[in-house]
């Protein structure tokens, strides 16, 4: 539309729970900083966040929207099965939830999910060797990376099993030949762990144009050094810290995520 909204959304501020509310708004903060940093690809991958209570309650995308057209009001609300609760002119993807669902359902601590096919991210997934200890950001992600072989497009419930065996504890994951994964207890979590991931492959992506053999694999000490770092309620990156400028940044380059 002209002025920018999307059709067939209304507000929902005051009708929903106020947990629910700053559920929704924390979730389309993330679609935002995702479109920000050009992260998205066209209406497709997705970020989930489950609303706080008994019900086992997700948001997530209205399919066909484009992250930066993402506002709080916009998300749909679903059940662990993919079922709409709400009324809604959207539907959402079941392959992104297929994904989603499993981690959501196995993980009490994955308040949020964000999946992702950047560049970046699919190439280093599609090496052999995964994340190489290249750069001071890949030590950090290191620790806490999983990965999960390729089976083509999530359809197929049968992989969720898979999925979350692969995951264990860990709060990021390559996913082989098809994208990145980040979970989190929050927003801010969530958030500051991906950044972390995309930048460690966008580097190796960069160092390795001067050929395998011609980069410096971090000494181990200094790995183990990193690896050591204890957590500071945010798996030890610092999330709570950079989130509130993250939303600064929203309100001067894409505001509305939280209407």
């Known amino acids: 539309m002209a002025d920018g909204s999307v059709a067939g959304v209304t507000s929902l501020q005051g009708k929903v729970s106020a947990e629910e509310w700053q559920a929704r708004v924390d979730l389309a903060a993330l679609y935002r900083l995702v479109a920000l940093h050009g992260w998205d690809d066209l209406i497709y991958t997705h970020i989930s966040a489950r609303i ?20 709080a009001s916009s998300l749909v609300k679903v059940d ?3 079922q709409v609760l709400q ?23 994955a308040r ?4 992702l096919h950047t560049d970046q991210g699919v190439a280093v997934a599609a090496q052999k060797e995964g994340l190489l200890p290249l750069s001071q950001h890949a030590l950090i992600v ?39 994964l980040a979970v989190g207890e929050t927003a801010a979590n969530c958030w500051v762990g991906m950044f972390y991931l995309e930048r460690a492959c966008k580097q190796q992506v960069m160092a390795l144009s001067a050929g395998r053999d011609n980069v410096l694999i971090a000494p181990d ?24 400028g993250c939303l600064r940044r929203l309100d001067r380059h894409s505001p509305g995520y939280d209407a």
Do not use: C
Not at 64 to 69: A, I, Q
Not at 87 to 109: K, L, Q, V
Not at 237 to 242: P, R, S, V
């Open 52 to 71: 706080p209570g008994p019900e086992h309650h997700f948001l997530i995308n209205p399919y066909g929207l484009m992250f930066d057209e993402i506002t």
């Open 80 to 82: 662990l099965d993919g």
């Open 87 to 109: 009324e809604t002119a959207y539907f959402i993807n079941p392959a992104g939830f297929t994904i989603h669902s499993a981690i959501h359902a196995a993980r009490d601590d």
């Open 112 to 115: 949020f999910v964000m999946h």
């Open 142 to 180: 290191l620790p806490r990376l999983a990965y999960h072989d390729y089976e083509g497009v999530a359809l197929n419930l049968d992989e969720r099993e898979r999925l979350v065996a692969d995951i264990g504890s860990k709060t990021l994951m390559l996913l082989r030949n098809h994208g990145t």
């Open 221 to 244: 000490a200094a790995q183990d050094a990193v690896r050591g770092l204890g957590s500071n309620g945010s798996n030890g990156i610092g999330g709570a810290l950079a989130w509130p």
